[in-house]
C-alpha cells in the first residue's frame, strides 16, 4: 500500500482509529507513508503490533515482517524518499527472501493537471512547469540513491511508492484525452524517469487501459476546486506503486478510498480519513533462481 495520510490526519475526527481499520480491512503487508505528521507510523505501528521505521516528519514504512535494514536520510525533509529493507521469510535452505520498499513523497506546485484543465497549457509547456516544480530533480535524486537497490533488484525485489504530485504518461493518452480536460498525449517527465530506472506501474500492469480504469487518487474529497468557483477537480491518478525486478508477480491493483467521503470542507466525520485515495498492490513473490 502507498497511502498519503493528510497531514497525519488530523483534519478527520477519530483519525487514527480510522487508519487503523483501514489498514486492517485492507489485509496489508508492507505501507509506505506520507504526511505522517511525525507520530502516525509508531502510534499505528504499535496498535498493530508490526515493526515501522520513520524518517523525518513525513515519510515511513509500516510491515508485519521485520526491518532489517533502513535506507536513505533519516532527517529527510518534508520532500524526498526513505526506504526500509525487509524480511518477509526464509528459504527452507537457510536463504532470507528479502525486498527493499522506498517512499516518496515530491513537491506540489505547481500542479500539472492545474495547469492543463484551468491553464490551457500545451503539453511543451507541461513538461517546462514540471522541472520548475522541483519535482524532477526530485525523482532523480531518489532514483540515484536507490540505484544501488534497482541494479540487485532480480535478487532482491524493489518497491517505490508514494504521492508524486504528478501525473503519468502512461495515463495522459490521445485515447484518455477526454479525461483530462482534453490533453493528451503528455510525456510526463517524473513517470518517464522511473520507467527509465527499470520501475514498473503496477495498477497499469493490472489495469492497462486508462480510459477503462483512470485509478484516480487525487482527490476523493475535492469533487469540486477549492477555490469556490465551482469547477470540477481534476482528478488524477498521482499515487503509485512501482516495482523492479523480475521476482514480483502483479496480481491486482486498486485505488482504495472506502466508507463514508463527504466532500470538502465537510470531512471531520468522513469514515476515510485522508484527502487521497490509497494505492493497493497484490504481488506474488516468485522463488525464482
Request: proline content about 9%; overall charge negative; some cysteine.
Amino acid at each position: 500500500m502507498s497511502w498519503n495520510l493528510w497531514l497525519g490526519g488530523s483534519p478527520v475526527d477519530g483519525h487514527r482509529d480510522k487508519q487503523l481499520a483501514v489498514l486492517l480491512a485492507a489485509d496489508v503487508d508492507v505501507v509506505g507513508l506520507q504526511e505522517t505528521a511525525v507520530h502516525a507510523a509508531p502510534e499505528l505501528a504499535e496498535a498493530l503490533g508490526w515493526f515501522h521505521h520513520s524518517a523525518g516528519e513525513n515519510l515511513a514504512v509500516l510491515s508485519r515482517h521485520p526491518v532489517v535494514d533502513t535506507l536513505g536520510d533519516p532527517a529527510v525533509g518534508f520532500y524526498g524518499a526513505a526506504g526500509a529493507r525487509i524480511r518477509l521469510d526464509e528459504h527452507p535452505d537457510g536463504t532470507p527472501h528479502e525486498l527493499v520498499l522506498w517512499t516518496a513523497h515530491l513537491n506540489y506546485t505547481p500542479y500539472g493537471p492545474y495547469d492543463a484543465c484551468f491553464g490551457g497549457l500545451p503539453a511543451a509547456e507541461l513538461a517546462d512547469r514540471e522541472g520548475e516544480s522541483g519535482r524532477v530533480r526530485e525523482i532523480d535524486g531518489i532514483l540515484a540513491a536507490m540505484a544501488p537497490d534497482l541494479a540487485a533488484a532480480d535478487r532482491t525485489p524493489v518497491l517505490l511508492v508514494g504521492d508524486f504530485n504528478a501525473p503519468s504518461h502512461l495515463d495522459w493518452t490521445a485515447a484518455a484525452a477526454p479525461l483530462h480536460g482534453g490533453h493528451g498525449p503528455v510525456d510526463w517527465p517524473v513517470s518517464r524517469a522511473v520507467e527509465r530506472a527499470g520501475l514498473r506501474d503496477s495498477y497499469r500492469e493490472a489495469h492497462p487501459d486508462p480510459v477503462a480504469a483512470p485509478g484516480a487518487t487525487w482527490s476523493p474529497v475535492h469533487p469540486r476546486h477549492e477555490d469556490g468557483s465551482g469547477r470540477p477537480e481534476p482528478q488524477d491518478r498521482i499515487d503509485f506503486v512501482l516495482h523492479a525486478g523480475d521476482r514480483l508477480d502483479v496480481l491486482d491493483s486498486t485505488a482504495l478510498a472506502t466508507g463514508r467521503i463527504a466532500p470538502w470542507p465537510d470531512v471531520a466525520a468522513n469514515d476515510w480519513p485522508s484527502d487521497h485515495a490509497a494505492v493497493v498492490t497484490t504481488f506474488r513473490f516468485a522463488r525464482r533462481g
